[in-house]
Every structure is written in structure tokens, then in C-alpha cells.
Nanobody
Framework: QVQLVESGGGLVQPGGSLRLSCAAS????????MGWYRQAPGKVRELVANINRGGSTNYADSVKGRFTISRDNAKNTVYLQMNSLKPEDTAVYYC??????????WGQGTQVTVSS
């Protein structure tokens, strides 16, 4: 069993920055990919960015050039640096982890609100 704990959400003005963190804990697991998804009110959950154990990354077109995903394998932690935030980035952001045995886990979500 893997537990994911997110932190770093909040309220920020347009053009501002936030950094999300997600730490995985538990025992007997090895994580392959970690990533961030988001869900705005009335919309489906969508991929924001993910990163595999080797460091290869994938981004949604809407965040390319503004968001950067990174991870610390030793700490089983993934980060999402969000710059030049826009009101349309407002959503609940969820951390996701997939183990090497293809089991998927979700965090509880953290609210990001971009508003003046």
C-alpha cells in the first residue's frame, strides 16, 4: 500500500508561482511513474505532467513552458513548479503514482486557485 501526501496549494494572483510537493510512503513498493493531474469544477480530471523513474517527462500542451515536474527518487517525492499561473489553472491538483507492478495510487488533492 502506498500513501501520497500533497502540499503546496493555495491562492495566488495571475502571473504568480506555486510549488506542489507529493511524498509517497509505505512499505514494499517501488514506484515507476509519478505525476500530477487536475480537475476543475464541471470538468474531467486531466493529466498535467508526469515523470518516470528515469526522468523522462510528459506535459499537457496547456502547461508546457510554464510548469516543470521533477522528482527525488531517494525521497519518493515529486514536485510541480508552476510559473506564470493563469485563472484557467484553477483546479484541485492530484498526485498520482504507479508502481513497477502497475498499481496506481492517488493523493487526496490540493486546491490551487489563481485569482486577483
Amino acid at each position: 500500500q502506498v500513501q501520497l501526501v500533497e502540499s503546496g496549494g493555495g491562492l495566488v494572483q495571475p502571473g504568480g508561482s506555486l510549488r506542489l510537493s507529493c511524498a509517497a510512503s509505505g512499505s514494499g513498493f517501488s514506484i515507476n511513474a509519478m505525476g500530477w493531474y487536475r480537475q476543475a469544477p464541471g470538468k474531467v480530471r486531466e493529466l498535467v505532467a508526469n515523470i518516470n523513474r528515469g526522468g523522462s517527462t510528459n506535459y499537457a500542451d496547456s502547461v508546457k513552458g510554464r510548469f516543470t515536474i521533477s522528482r527525488d527518487n531517494a525521497k519518493n517525492t515529486v514536485y510541480l513548479q508552476m510559473n506564470s499561473l493563469k485563472p484557467e489553472d484553477t483546479a484541485v491538483y492530484y498526485c498520482n503514482a504507479v508502481t513497477v507492478t502497475a498499481l496506481g495510487y492517488w493523493g487526496q488533492g490540493t486546491q490551487v486557485t489563481v485569482s486577483s
